[in-house]
């Protein structure tokens, strides 16, 4: 009798990873890009950083603790990437009671009203960044130059920016493409924009430690950077005066923050790859749709939103049959 077997609950298997191990993993990828950030816009990046995590993790052990009366969990790591994001969504000259109120948005609005990790529909940072840009939409787009260019103080466009307000005046791209960023520029961060648009390189390089650490798989950065690409190929062979080629938009504006390190939240995705495949669809179309014909020049936020709230209905669609089921 000293031999039964012990029945207890699934699951079965475990992989040695925990919530903590995972967040800490993602802090860990997004550290390249960061202290790049701070090479390029200097202490101000460093000090929206800290005023964005700081609040973040101040709101969320108050409403826990004094609102929902749970027991706080600042640590497992979740607050501490929703600071870090919310800073990389925004100009590092941004006025630090602005932080405040985006952290706010974002983890009392995007997280906890919801009931916590797990259980929040949208990506808590997006939340906090799109609460910032209607309410203040001055100071969320004015961005400074960076360090590199010599020249401190003063605002500029983003690329995206110049190219949508030259289209709009009627200039060909033939002209605007004399005032962008090459791509070696681009690929290094010799551009202006937020903390977290300015190094693709470096944003792929935490991609692919996150691929190698098993946080996130390629469907849904790969389709969402594969969409926009296609589209926005399309258009240019049609129209090169009227429509910038591809490169632009793969590496310039959020799409690699977005489609590497907000589009992939295991919350606010689908669960199978199925699933993170026309997700990560939705998003590339949403996002070149928005660019090419919307009112702003970037688009990477609301699409993702918009397919957050769509995931419950993707997840329905490809939820894999029951072992046994018809």
Known sequence: MSNLLTVSPSPHVHSGDSTQKIMYRVVYAMIPALAWSVFVFG??????????????????????KYLMKVKPTITDGSALITGILLAFNVPSNLPWWIIVIGALA?????????GGLGSNIFNPALVGRVFLLISFPVQMTSWPVNSQSGIDGITSATPLGLIKEGVSNGTPISEISGNLPSTIDMLFG????????????????????????????????????????????????VNPET????????????????????ATDMVSSPMTPKGQIIFGVGIGIITISIRLFGAYP?????????????????????????????
């Not at 202490?43 to 826990?64: G, P």
């Not at 329905?316 to 046994?324: C, H, I, M, S």
């Open 43 to 64: 202490l101000d990046a460093l000090r929206v950083t800290l005023i964005a995590i700081v609040a973040s993790l101040a709101f969320e052990y108050l409403i826990q």
């Open 298 to 326: 970037e688009g990477i936020s609301f699409a993702i939103l918009i397919m957050n709230a769509v995931t419950p209905l993707i997840n329905n669609y490809v939820k894999p049959k029951r072992f046994g089921g018809n």
């Open 243 to 262: 429509y910038i080629n591809p490169v632009y938009h793969i590496l310039t504006g959020g799409l690699m923050l977005g489609a590497i390190f907000m």
């Open 190 to 237: 010799n551009i202006g924009g937020s903390l977290g648009e300015i190094s693709a390189l470096l944003l792929i390089l935490g991609g692919l430690y996150m691929l190698w650490k098993k946080v996130i798989t390629w469907h849904i950065p790969v389709s969402v950077i594969g969409t926009v690409a296609l589209i926005a190929a399309i258009f240019w062979l």
């Open 106 to 114: 974002a983890v009392g609005i995007g997280k906890l009203s919801f």
